[in-house]
């Protein structure tokens, strides 16, 4: 299988559902929220960074529910904070303010129930793509014969089975962040937190990948916050679109997306949300 194969196929196509339905690992913390049912709530967060000279308040009171199985996008002005919510939800960033809480359990530092996927890969160069994809479940303890079993079952499913004991070097950026979106899904996690995935990609690969989470979701009731530039994006992917003002951020709008997935990116519907988000986003703008 050549990469360019391997670049155009769908998560869908290699058999995402297996993994949902046969993984024994996947965590039952949350078992008894439906999907539908709130499952992240976020509480008056706000974020201030200081230094001796200055005080920058970032987000400020920052409200927020996530329902199970939903994916949720965060779009706002070019430096409003939305990377800074989603490291806070990770526990990457302590709150100045307010909290986080995953089901009943206020999240207070990283832990097995949320994973991240970063837009510039964040992927180890001096390992392989299997050992880029056991990573975590190397530091949870799990052993060695069945990391690499499980790693190499999300590997078939993004694909890349072929790969798996290639540097990352040898990849393209549509390959790197499969390996990216394998690694946060070896976890089962119940929350992806995804900053800007497919930003660094060119337009045809950015919507192949589009495409292929679209045929995850449809898959599981992993819940999805997905920060992103782009409104054509957020509009294609999402079941609610948070529209966040200019620093010191807060909730602008909430447009829900009502139509099923898949979705034709160029119907009117569509396009008028577009033209209806840009709008505001617009009022935002920085240099106004």
Known sequence: MTAEETENKSLDELQIEQLEHSDPHR???????????????????????????????????????????????????????????????????????????????????????????????????????????????????????ERKERAMRYLKAVGLENFANSRVHELSGGMKQRVGIARAMITKPDVILMDEPFGSLDAQTRNIMQASLVNMLAKTDTTVIFVTHSVDEAVYLSDRIVVLTKRPAHIKEIVKVPWLRPRDRSSPECTAMRKEILGELEKENVMN
């Open 27 to 145: 965590t039952e913390q949350y078992k008894s929220i439906s999907k539908g049912e709130k499952l992240v709530s976020i509480q008056n967060l706000s974020m201030v960074y200081k230094t001796d000279e200055s005080e920058t308040v970032a987000i400020q009171d920052f409200n927020l529910d996530v329902m199970k199985g939903e994916l949720v996008s965060i779009i706002g002005p070019s430096g409003c904070g939305k990377t800074t919510i989603l490291r806070a939800i990770a526990g990457l960033l302590k709150p100045t303010g307010g909290r986080i809480m995953i089901g009943n359990k206020e999240c207070i530092g990283s832990g097995p129930d949320r994973s991240m996927v970063f837009q510039d890969f964040a992927l180890f160069p001096w390992r392989s793509v299997r050992k880029n994809v056991e990573f975590g479940l190397e530091i949870a303890g799990v052993p060695k014969e």
